[in-house]
């Protein structure tokens, strides 16, 4: 069973940076697709960024265009982690920050929960104005 254990969330200043970590546990992929999601009060789960990989194929990434140039998935394989740069913070960046694994390349880098297979349990990211 793959566990996804997120970390880096805390509290964070408008204009400051905060990066996320999910390190995935119990299993070593070559390729897969990882996802960030968000969710804040009241609201329904949203896309943030994925970043698809393989030993073969060039790394691909997508973002929401609401932290497109602010923010940036990327994926160390040495470590089996997938982190969130998060610049630019904005009060409405402040939720739940959750990571996901979609193990199927196949998919293509995309934002569908349901695609993803295993979730962390996630991060509170909260920023102040």
């Known amino acids: 069973q793959v566990q996804l254990v997120e970390s880096g969330g805390g509290l964070g200043q408008a204009g400051g940076s905060l990066r996320l970590s999910c390190a995935a546990s119990?299993?070593?992929?070559?390729?897969?697709?990882m996802g960030w999601f968000r969710q804040a009060p009241g609201k329904e789960r949203e896309f943030v960024a994925a970043?698809?990989?393989?030993?073969?194929?060039?790394?691909?990434?997508s973002y929401a265009n609401s932290v497109k140039g602010r923010f940036t998935i990327s994926r160390d394989n040495t470590k089996n982690t997938v982190y969130l740069q998060m610049n630019s913070l904005k009060a409405e960046d402040t939720a739940v920050y959750y990571c996901?694994?979609?193990?199927?390349?196949?998919?293509?880098?995309?934002?569908?929960?349901?695609?993803?297979?295993?979730w962390g349990q996630g991060t509170q990211v909260t920023v102040s104005s």
């Open positions: 996901a694994l979609d193990q199927n390349w196949a998919s293509g880098v995309h934002g569908y929960s349901d695609y993803y297979d295993y």
């Open positions: 119990r299993g070593t992929f070559s390729s897969g697709v």
């Open positions: 970043i698809r990989w393989s030993a073969t194929s060039a790394t691909s990434t």
